[in-house]
Protein backbone atom coordinates (compact mmCIF):
# COMPACT_ATOMS: atom_id res chain seq x y z
CA UNK A 1 0.00 0.00 0.00
CA UNK A 2 2.53 2.64 0.69
CA UNK A 3 3.93 2.12 -2.90
CA UNK A 4 0.91 3.09 -4.46
CA UNK A 5 0.82 6.12 -2.13
CA UNK A 6 4.61 7.03 -3.13
CA UNK A 7 3.43 6.47 -6.74
CA UNK A 8 0.72 9.10 -6.21
CA UNK A 9 3.39 11.30 -4.86
CA UNK A 10 5.71 11.78 -7.53
CA UNK A 11 5.06 14.42 -9.76
CA UNK A 12 5.13 14.74 -13.59
CA UNK A 13 8.58 16.76 -13.44
CA UNK A 14 10.26 13.72 -10.43
CA UNK A 15 9.24 11.02 -13.27
CA UNK A 16 10.82 13.34 -16.43
CA UNK A 17 13.90 13.86 -14.27
CA UNK A 18 14.46 10.31 -13.36
CA UNK A 19 14.01 9.05 -16.91
CA UNK A 20 16.66 11.84 -18.13
CA UNK A 21 19.07 10.63 -15.99
CA UNK A 22 18.35 6.73 -16.57
CA UNK A 23 17.81 5.69 -12.68
CA UNK A 24 14.64 3.94 -13.71
CA UNK A 25 15.11 0.36 -12.75
CA UNK A 26 14.91 -1.99 -15.37
CA UNK A 27 14.56 -5.56 -15.69
CA UNK A 28 18.36 -6.87 -16.35
CA UNK A 29 17.54 -8.82 -19.58
CA UNK A 30 16.38 -7.03 -23.40
CA UNK A 31 14.14 -8.51 -25.05
CA UNK A 32 16.44 -10.11 -27.52
CA UNK A 33 17.69 -12.34 -24.87
CA UNK A 34 13.85 -13.05 -23.29
CA UNK A 35 13.33 -13.82 -27.23
CA UNK A 36 15.96 -16.20 -27.79
CA UNK A 37 15.61 -18.00 -24.25
CA UNK A 38 11.96 -18.58 -25.79
CA UNK A 39 13.02 -19.81 -28.61
CA UNK A 40 15.63 -22.14 -27.10
CA UNK A 41 13.20 -23.69 -25.16
CA UNK A 42 10.77 -23.85 -28.00
CA UNK A 43 13.79 -25.51 -29.88
CA UNK A 44 14.26 -27.95 -26.67
CA UNK A 45 10.53 -28.89 -26.95
CA UNK A 46 10.84 -30.10 -30.51
CA UNK A 47 13.79 -32.08 -29.83
CA UNK A 48 12.01 -33.68 -26.70
CA UNK A 49 9.66 -34.47 -28.99
CA UNK A 50 11.26 -35.91 -31.54
CA UNK A 51 12.73 -38.41 -29.34
CA UNK A 52 9.74 -39.34 -27.62
CA UNK A 53 8.35 -40.33 -30.83
CA UNK A 54 11.29 -42.03 -31.78
CA UNK A 55 11.13 -44.09 -28.57
CA UNK A 56 7.63 -44.38 -29.23
CA UNK A 57 8.19 -45.79 -33.12
CA UNK A 58 10.79 -48.25 -31.76
CA UNK A 59 8.99 -49.12 -28.66
CA UNK A 60 11.73 -48.39 -26.56
CA UNK A 61 9.29 -46.06 -24.21
CA UNK A 62 9.07 -46.10 -20.64
CA UNK A 63 6.17 -44.39 -19.96
CA UNK A 64 3.30 -43.38 -22.74
CA UNK A 65 1.69 -41.01 -21.00
CA UNK A 66 5.01 -38.65 -20.48
CA UNK A 67 6.07 -39.38 -23.91
CA UNK A 68 1.90 -38.03 -25.16
CA UNK A 69 2.90 -35.06 -22.50
CA UNK A 70 6.37 -33.98 -24.76
CA UNK A 71 4.78 -34.27 -27.70
CA UNK A 72 1.69 -32.04 -27.14
CA UNK A 73 4.00 -29.90 -25.29
CA UNK A 74 5.97 -29.05 -28.32
CA UNK A 75 3.08 -28.80 -30.76
CA UNK A 76 1.43 -26.35 -28.38
CA UNK A 77 4.72 -24.23 -27.76
CA UNK A 78 5.00 -24.05 -31.90
CA UNK A 79 1.53 -22.69 -32.41
CA UNK A 80 2.44 -20.00 -29.75
CA UNK A 81 5.38 -19.15 -31.10
CA UNK A 82 3.96 -18.98 -34.66
CA UNK A 83 1.35 -16.55 -33.23
CA UNK A 84 3.36 -14.71 -31.50
CA UNK A 85 5.70 -14.27 -34.60
CA UNK A 86 2.52 -13.33 -36.73
CA UNK A 87 1.70 -10.79 -34.11
CA UNK A 88 4.97 -9.28 -34.68
CA UNK A 89 5.28 -9.15 -38.59
CA UNK A 90 1.57 -7.56 -37.97
CA UNK A 91 2.40 -4.52 -35.95
CA UNK A 92 5.65 -3.91 -38.38
CA UNK A 93 4.15 -3.90 -41.14
CA UNK A 94 0.87 -1.75 -39.18
CA UNK A 95 4.58 0.59 -38.09
CA UNK A 96 5.64 0.59 -41.94
CA UNK A 97 2.38 1.65 -42.99
CA UNK A 98 1.78 4.74 -40.69
CA UNK A 99 3.10 8.40 -42.18
CA UNK A 100 5.07 10.19 -40.18
Known amino acids: MS ?7 LSTSDLLKAKSTGSTQS ?47 AEISMKLMLEVRNKALNAYKEITRTQM
Do not use: C, P, W, Y
Not at 3 to 9: E, F, L, M, P, T
Open 27 to 73: TGTDFAEELRSALGNVNQMQVDSERAMSDIATGSVKDLHQAAIAIDK
Open 3 to 9: DIQAIKS
